[in-house]
């Protein structure tokens, strides 16, 4: 058996003149938790509601457990989960639950059974005779993960569950969430565009710009090693720097930039002959300051501008060359608004790319 449980090849949609997906190819193994990522209208909807069945590619194909997904074979396989949670106002928390299994004609006993084990597992006991306006958000949202999960789907879909939550309650659900996973241990697939939420939930991110997949992996992957200034833009914060291809040196590109010759890996596929334009992308926390820049492979000088003081970091903006680079600094800073001061970062942590087209 496959250990594929989603396939797209080619899958493209268009809303008139519009298009919302263009002809993109994806494999989900089963088991995994896959976020798709992107700003509004990217994609990552319309995706999902075709791998749910709710909306058909205009060309392309679905599999989901191996087979082609048709509005009603792909609710087999899926279950979504909506943001607005979508609960029945006029059922009770066990009735909502229920819901699935007695329209799919399930013996009493067993519905019984399925829902006391998940109401268990989704920490909703003592909540059964409960109507959803009676509940917290928080709970809504676990009664309606629970009526999605207690008819055994091979794939959850969710589609920015956490949306309407507070902050502080997003993040207690994240961690539910992706514990909830690990013991379903099922395949969830999960839009969002909150960078954040997707690197603490995922397996894999896939990144979403236009309608198109702009790189997928792990969120290591995707923050250490981003293939175009979108992605290194749009998770995390980066500095990103113009700069010309000079030559190669040991695996390295060399560049030409506002700061100097830098030094630093090429993104992966990133085919560029030298006198080429280029990006270079480098995290704030990947530079270093005064005394912590000398022995790093790259280096440059620059006075400090800004200094603002955010917790387990003080962030330092400097200004190289009329070019300010936004600087992380752990520990306490021996210098002040003014000062000219080293700076220096590692070509291990830096990544050259393609300009954005």
Request: glycine share 10%.
């Amino acid at each position: 058996m496959t250990d594929i449980d989603v396939r797209l090849r080619g899958v493209t949609k268009r809303f008139a003149d519009f298009v919302a997906v263009d002809a993109i190819d994806l494999d989900i193994r089963h088991g995994r938790f896959v976020t798709l990522l992107g700003p509004s209208g990217c994609g990552k909807t319309t995706t999902l509601r075709m791998i749910g069945g709710f909306e058909h590619p205009d060309a392309g194909d679905i599999q989901v457990g191996g087979e082609p997904v048709t509005g009603s074979s792909s609710r087999h396989h899926t279950r979504m989960v909506f943001q607005s949670y979508a609960l029945f106002p006029h059922m009770k928390v066990s009735e909502n639950i229920a819901f699935g299994l007695r329209m799919a004609r399930m013996p009493n006993e067993a519905i019984r059974r399925s829902c006391a084990e998940i109401i268990e597992m989704l920490g909703l006991a003592g909540q059964e005779d409960k109507y959803p306006n009676q509940l917290s958000g928080g709970q809504q949202q676990r009664v309606a993960l629970a009526r999605a999960l207690v008819t055994r789907p091979r794939v959850l879909l969710l589609d920015e569950p956490l949306g309407a939550l507070d902050l502080k309650m997003r993040k207690r659900m994240q961690i539910e969430l992706k514990n909830l996973q690990r013991e379903v241990g099922i395949t969830f697939i999960y839009v969002t565009h909150d960078q954040e939420e997707a690197m603490n939930l995922s397996d894999e991110i896939v990144v979403m710009d236009r309608g198109r997949i702009v790189q997928s992996g792990t969120p290591e992957q995707i923050y250490g090693s981003p293939a175009t200034p979108y992605v290194a833009d749009f998770i995390g914060e980066t500095n990103l720097v113009e700069a010309v291809i000079a030559s190669r040196r040991d695996g390295r590109i060399v560049t030409s930039s506002a700061l100097g010759e830098i030094v630093a890996r090429p993104a992966v596929g990133l085919e560029a002959r030298d006198g080429d334009p280029v990006v270079v992308a480098i995290r704030p926390e990947n530079l270093a300051l005064g005394e912590g820049a000398e022995g790093l492979s790259n280096q440059t000088r620059g006075t400090i501008r800004q200094i603002s003081f955010l917790g387990a970091v003080t962030r330092v903006i400097v200004d190289c060359g009329g070019l300010p680079l936004s600087i992380d600094h752990r520990g306490r800073l021996a210098a002040s608004a003014g000062d000219l001061v080293p700076v220096g970062f590692s070509g291990d942590d830096v990544v050259v790319m393609a300009p954005q087209v």
